[in-house]
């Protein structure tokens, strides 16, 4: 089960993209493939004349029920043990792009030039080594959290607008709402 999960706060987000930045570094994601293990995205809602337009950070939510490694039928999905972060062994990935179909937040994603599929990984190597994830380490506005999963699970909502149904994946994520504790 998750051991850790991320806190969004949509109010704090200003679009710079650091997040994506830093991934895409700590993680060596190739440029110019389109993949993004962090991607902040952007939605209208309300509707005329009271529209609104909110940024949400979003990455693998390294579920408590992961469709993904169960759709993975040579088990190269996992989940890994100290952190909870559902990984991908690329040695026993063959890009068949399951995981990909059933996961409804995007998260996994084919690497056209390793023909394997590739994620956020919740840098539990960072987490190992008793540091953040190279995402929150650089959100100038603390936007994006990751905190021990007991300590938010209750807390904040578990879906905002545009945000799958959380019910049969019970993803590791809490948006911050009213009430919220903002920490940082």
Same mark, same amino acid.
């Given at each position: 089960? &998750?051991?850790?999960?991320?806190?969004? !706060?949509? =109010? *704090?987000?200003?679009?710079? /993209?650091?997040?994506?930045?830093?991934?895409?570094?700590?993680?060596?994601?190739?440029?110019? @493939?389109?993949? $993004?293990? $962090?991607?902040?995205?952007?939605?209208?809602?309300?509707?005329? &004349?009271?529209?609104? #337009?909110?940024? @949400?950070?979003?990455?693998?939510?390294?579920?408590?029920?992961?469709?993904?490694? *169960?759709?993975?039928?040579?088990?190269? #999905?996992?989940?890994?043990?100290?952190?909870?972060?559902?990984?991908?062994?690329?040695? @026993?990935?063959?890009?068949? /792009?399951?995981?990909?179909?059933?996961?409804?937040?995007?998260?996994?994603?084919?690497?056209? %030039?390793?023909?394997?599929?590739?994620?956020?990984?919740?840098?539990? !190597?960072?987490?190992? %080594?008793?540091?953040?994830?190279?995402?929150?380490?650089?959100?100038?506005?603390?936007?994006? /959290? @990751?905190? =021990?999963?007991? !300590?938010?699970?209750?807390?904040?909502? !578990?879906?905002?607008?545009?945000? &799958?149904?959380?019910?049969?994946? %019970? &993803?590791?994520? /809490?948006?911050?709402?009213?009430?919220?504790?903002?920490?940082?």
């Amino acid at each position: 089960m &998750p051991k850790y999960g991320w806190v969004v !706060d949509s =109010k *704090k987000c200003i679009e710079c /993209r650091a997040c994506e930045a830093a991934c895409k570094q700590w993680n060596g994601v190739e440029t110019g @493939l389109g993949m $993004r293990y $962090r991607l902040v995205r952007t939605y209208e809602t309300g509707s005329f &004349p009271n529209v609104s #337009m909110t940024a @949400l950070s979003l990455a693998c939510n390294h579920c408590g029920n992961p469709l993904c490694l *169960k759709a993975c039928p040579t088990k190269a #999905m996992y989940r890994h043990e100290s952190t909870g972060a559902v990984l991908i062994n690329a040695e @026993l990935c063959v890009g068949c /792009r399951f995981c990909e179909e059933f996961c409804p937040y995007g998260a996994p994603q084919f690497n056209a %030039q390793t023909h394997k599929m590739e994620k956020c990984t919740m840098c539990f !190597d960072r987490l190992e %080594q008793g540091l953040e994830p190279a995402c929150v380490a650089l959100c100038p506005t603390g936007a994006i /959290r @990751l905190e =021990k999963w007991e !300590d938010i699970e209750a807390l904040g909502a !578990d879906r905002v607008a545009n945000f &799958p149904n959380p019910i049969t994946t %019970q &993803p590791s994520i /809490r948006f911050i709402t009213e009430g919220f504790p903002q920490g940082r």
